[in-house]
Structure formats: structure tokens, C-alpha cells
């Protein structure tokens, strides 16, 4: 069975730094999708960011880029430019190409200092 | 709509009552998907469905759970004689089909058994 394991229950950022959140997975699928959510305290879950493992190029969106390491099952998350916005728990998720479903990993709490 | 809506926000009931949870998947998605994040958890997923064909119903926790979808429109997800530990978020998403892997998640049914 697929787990997704993130290792960082909290982090906590100064406002304009950059943090990098960590996710491995461990599968044996060789085609998969990898998602990072983020969930502020109103519930709703919000995609920023995914990556097709066929793709070798990381994935990025405006100031959100992963860092995708296939061999090593790990798949981080970079903020650069922190914003108070930015705050909210964020999620790893993994999803084979056969299966539908999302396998998410336990979240990091993510404090964004001013 | 714009989004994937559920309703209630948020429902409190007594253990041992039945309860119903709606889903409005965005127009135009075929799948459909039910997750529950337990306090402090990451999302497990429950149940799929994808168009007409038979829903893959394997995360679904015990026979007390069950979901229903017409066609590819609203989903109901219905707890019978619940328990305390049924005491949840349950996040519903939609996803289109032909290559559009990504899930779009609904506010989530806050739901508390006393």
C-alpha cells in the first residue's frame, strides 16, 4: 500500500523568507501523481501545486516550486516570499495513475511571522 | 456552480441517530469522491464514484456508512446509528475525467456525535 509521511507537524516562517516543507512517499507504482494541498482554517482544501512523476522538470506556480526527487521518494514544497496568507496547514498527497483516490500524508502546520 | 458545495456546514447529533451529507459536485465533473479527516488528521478517503459505472466503495469504514449518486449529480453520504468516533470533517471533491486528475474540495460537513 501507498503511505505519504510528512515529518514536520509545524513550521514556522518569518514574513518575505523562504521555507521548504518535506513529503516522502513509498510505492512501487513508477506512474503517479503527487499534489500539495493547503487547508486554512476555514476547511477548504486548495491545490497549489502537482507534478506527474514522468515529468522531470519540478513543477512551480508563481512563488510555490517542489523539489522532485523520483529515486528518493521525496517530494518537498518551497515558499519563497512568505506571505501571512500563506499560513494554513499543507497537505502531501499521492495518487497512482490507475487508482482515483488521493493518499494524503498527516500535514504541516505552517505559522507565517510578521 | 463555481465550486463543489456541501451541505450542512456543520451538523450535531446524538450517538445512535442517522445522519445524511450532501455533496454538488462541480458541473460537468463524472468523479466524485468522499474523505473524512478526523481532528488533527489527514484525509482518509471513503468512497468514488465515476459516472454510472459501480462505485469503488473500499475506504468506507463499516457497514454503517453508506453513499449514493444519480448520474453524474449530487452524492449523499448517509452514517447509520452513529458512533462518537464518526465525529468528523467530511470533505467531498470532484474531478473531470480524460487526463483532468486534479480534485476540487467542497467546505466539508462538520460533523460532531454527543
Known amino acids: 500500500a501507498q503511505t505519504v509521511t510528512q515529518s514536520q507537524p509545524e513550521m514556522s516562517v518569518q514574513e518575505a523568507e523562504t521555507v521548504t516543507l518535506s513529503c516522502t512517499y513509498d510505492?512501487?507504482?513508477?506512474?503517479?501523481?503527487l499534489f500539495w494541498y493547503k487547508q486554512p482554517p476555514s476547511r477548504q482544501m486548495i491545490l497549489v501545486i502537482r507534478?506527474?512523476?514522468?515529468?522531470?522538470q519540478n513543477a512551480t506556480e508563481n512563488r510555490f516550486s517542489v523539489n522532485f526527487q523520483k529515486a528518493a521518494k521525496s517530494f518537498s514544497l518551497k515558499i519563497s516570499d512568505s506571505q501571512l496568507g500563506d499560513a494554513a496547514m499543507y497537505f502531501c498527497?499521492?495518487?497512482?495513475?490507475?487508482?482515483?483516490?488521493?493518499?494524503f500524508g498527516s500535514g504541516t502546520q505552517l505559522t507565517v511571522l510578521p | 456552480g463555481a465550486g463543489v458545495s456541501q451541505s450542512p456546514s456543520n451538523k450535531v447529533t446524538e450517538k445512535g441517530k442517522d445522519v445524511e451529507l450532501r455533496c454538488d459536485p462541480i458541473?460537468?465533473?463524472?468523479?466524485l469522491y468522499w474523505y473524512r479527516q478526523r481532528l488533527g488528521q489527514g484525509l482518509e478517503f471513503l468512497i468514488y464514484f465515476q459516472g454510472n459505472s459501480a462505485p469503488d466503495k473500499s475506504g468506507l469504514p463499516s457497514d454503517r456508512f453508506s453513499a449514493e449518486r444519480t448520474g453524474e449529480s449530487v452524492s449523499t453520504l448517509t452514517i447509520q446509528r452513529t458512533q462518537q468516533e464518526d465525529s468528523a470533517v467530511y470533505l467531498c471533491?470532484?474531478?473531470?475525467?480524460?487526463?483532468?486528475?486534479?480534485?476540487?474540495f467542497g467546505p466539508g460537513t462538520r460533523l460532531l456525535v454527543l
Open positions: 507534478q506527474e512523476a514522468y515529468k522531470q
Open positions: 510505492t512501487s507504482e513508477s506512474d503517479y501523481y
Open positions: 471533491a470532484s474531478s473531470g475525467n480524460r487526463g483532468q486528475e486534479t480534485q476540487y
Open positions: 458541473s460537468g465533473h463524472t468523479a
Open positions: 498527497a499521492y495518487r497512482s495513475r490507475p487508482a482515483r483516490q488521493l493518499t
